[in-house]
C-alpha cells in the first residue's frame, strides 16, 4: 500500500482532551469515483475510522442520521461542498473524500476539514488493494490526531493478548486496536503466555506448555515460522524481546530458584543478568535497549528494580505496595508502568524510571494487571476484570479515563501487547 501526501498548508490546533470536553468530528461517506456502486470500501475506510476516532478519546461522533448532504452528490474538495451544511450539525471536523476502484486496485483520497474556518487542515492519498482499505482508514486517524493535537496516533498497529476464546485453553491471538482482522497465532490445547513484540512488528515471543515443559517461541510473523528456546539452566517460565528483535531476557527456574539470563534471538546464551537465591521475573527492556526493568523478591517481597542490561547491581524502583510486578516501559522510555496488590485485587500504576511517587491510572474496579503501553505513549491496553469475565481495555494516561474494552467474547483476554507503528 502507497500514501502520497495530499495537503495543504499544516495547521496545528488545541483541543479538547479527554475530562474536557469533546471535538464533534462528523465522518462523511467517501465518494465514489468508480467501482464501489455498492459503497463497500467506503463504508469498510468510515466504519474503521470512526471507531480509531472514538477509541482515541479526544473526539464525539456525530450521528451519521444528522447529515443534511448526500456524499454521492456534494463534492469533497474545498469549494465543492457548503461549510454551512456541517456547521448547522455543529461539527467542529468534517471529513471528505473519494474512493475509485479497478479491478483489486483501490486508490482513496481523504481529507481533514476545520469547519469554522472553513478550510482544510490535512489530506492524505493511499493506493492500495480492498484488503488495505481498513489499514488506510488507521493511518488516516493517526494522521487526523496528529494534525489536531500534534502527535501522531497509535492506531496503525496490533495488539497482541492472550485468550481463552470461550474454552479454557490459553491461545494467543493478534488483531486490530480497533478489533478487525482477528488472527488465532496458537492452536494447541495448552497454556501459551506472555506474547512481546519487537518495534518492527516483525516478531513475537511467547511463553508455551505445548511441549509440556515451558519454553519461550520466537516468531516470524512475516514468514509465519517458529523458533523454540530453551536453556540449559533450567525452565524457561518468562521473556521479552528486545526493541531490535536482536536478543531475548529469559526468566530460568531452577529448584524453586529464578533469574534472568540475556539470550541472542536464537537462544544462545550472552550473559547471567541476576543471581539471587529467590524470585526475579516479569523482564521489560527500555525502548532504547540499554536498560532492564524486572521484579525481584530480594527485598522480602515483589518489588520493581533497574538495571542495566550490560549488567550491574540493580535499583529498587517501587517501594509502596507489597506486591508490584509486570513493568513496562513507555515509548519514551521516562517511566513504567506497572502493577500493584491491594486487598487481593491489583491496580495500575505509573512511576517515573529513576523513581519516585507512584500514580494509579485505574480505579480500584475489578483486578487490573498486564499494561502495555501504545506506540505514542498516551494510552496503555491492560486487563481487568471489571466486567463478567476479563477484557482488554484502553485508558487516557494523562487523566486516567478508561475509554473502552478492546476485545470481547465468551473468553477471559489477559497480557496484552500494543506494538510498535506498523510502518508503511
Excluded at 85 to 90: E, G, H, K, L, V
Excluded at 269 to 298: C, H, M, W, Y
Aim: glycine share 12%; charged share 20%.
Amino acid at each position: 500500500m502507497s500514501q502520497a501526501a495530499a495537503q495543504a498548508g499544516p495547521i496545528t490546533i488545541t483541543i479538547a482532551g479527554p475530562g474536557g470536553q469533546l471535538s464533534p468530528i462528523a465522518v462523511s461517506g467517501l465518494k465514489n469515483l468508480g467501482g464501489d456502486d455498492d459503497h463497500r470500501l467506503g463504508s469498510a475506510f468510515v466504519g474503521t475510522l470512526r471507531r480509531d476516532l472514538e477509541l482515541s478519546g479526544y473526539f464525539r461522533l456525530l450521528d451519521p442520521h444528522a447529515y443534511i448532504e448526500d456524499p454521492q452528490t456534494s463534492g469533497f474538495e474545498l469549494g465543492q461542498f457548503n461549510f454551512g451544511d456541517w456547521r448547522s450539525i455543529n461539527a467542529d471536523f468534517v471529513v471528505k473524500g473519494s474512493v475509485t476502484a479497478s479491478g483489486d486496485g483501490v486508490k482513496l483520497t481523504a481529507y481533514l476539514y476545520d469547519v469554522a474556518q472553513q478550510r482544510r487542515m490535512m489530506g492524505k492519498s493511499y493506493s492500495g488493494d480492498a484488503a488495505d482499505v481498513p489499514r488506510m482508514a488507521r493511518r488516516f486517524a493517526d494522521a487526523i490526531l496528529e494534525a489536531a493535537t500534534g502527535q501522531k496516533g497509535p492506531f496503525d498497529s496490533k495488539l497482541a493478548f492472550v485468550s481463552t476464546g470461550g474454552g479454557r485453553f490459553k491461545e494467543i491471538y493478534t488483531q486490530s486496536i480497533e478489533g478487525q482482522d482477528l488472527f488465532k497465532l496458537t492452536g494447541n490445547p495448552t497454556i501459551n503466555l506472555f506474547p512481546s513484540f519487537d518495534r518492527g512488528t516483525n516478531h513475537l515471543l511467547y511463553l508455551s506448555y505445548k511441549s509440556m515443559q515451558p519454553a519461550l517461541y520466537l516468531v516470524d510473523l512475516k514468514a509465519q515460522s517458529e523458533m523454540k528456546i530453551t536453556s540449559p539452566h533450567g525452565r524457561v517460565i518468562g521473556g521479552t524481546l528486545s526493541p531490535d528483535g536482536e536478543q531475548i531476557v529469559a526468566a530460568i527456574e531452577r529448584d524453586g530458584i529464578t533469574n534472568l539470563y540475556l539470550l541472542t534471538r536464537e537462544g544462545a546464551e550472552i550473559r547471567q543478568l541476576t543471581d539471587t537465591s529467590g524470585i526475579n521475573v516479569s523482564p521489560a527492556i527500555s525502548p532504547d535497549g540499554e536498560k532492564l526493568a524486572f521484579t525481584s523478591d530480594r527485598s522480602g517481597t515483589p518489588q520493581v528494580y533497574m538495571m542495566s542490561l550490560s549488567g550491574g547491581a540493580p535499583k529498587r524502583i517501587t517501594y509502596s505496595g507489597d506486591y508490584n510486578t509486570t513493568p513496562a516501559f513507555s515509548p519514551d522510555g521516562a517511566k513504567l508502568a506497572y502493577q500493584s496488590r491491594d486487598n487481593g485485587r491489583f491496580d495500575i500504576f505509573t512511576i517515573p524510571v529513576g523513581g519516585g511517587d507512584p500514580v494509579q491510572v485505574t480505579d480500584g474496579n475489578g483486578s487490573n494487571e498486564y499494561p502495555s503501553w501504545s506506540p505514542d505513549g498516551r494510552y496503555l491496553a491492560f486487563s481487568s476484570t471489571r466486567g463478567h469475565n476479563s477484557r482488554i481495555y484502553i485508558l487516557m494516561v494523562s487523566n486516567r479515563k478508561i475509554i473502552s474494552a478492546l476485545t470481547e467474547g465468551n473468553g477471559n483476554d489477559s497480557c496484552p501487547a500494543w506494538s510498535g507503528w506498523l510502518g508503511e
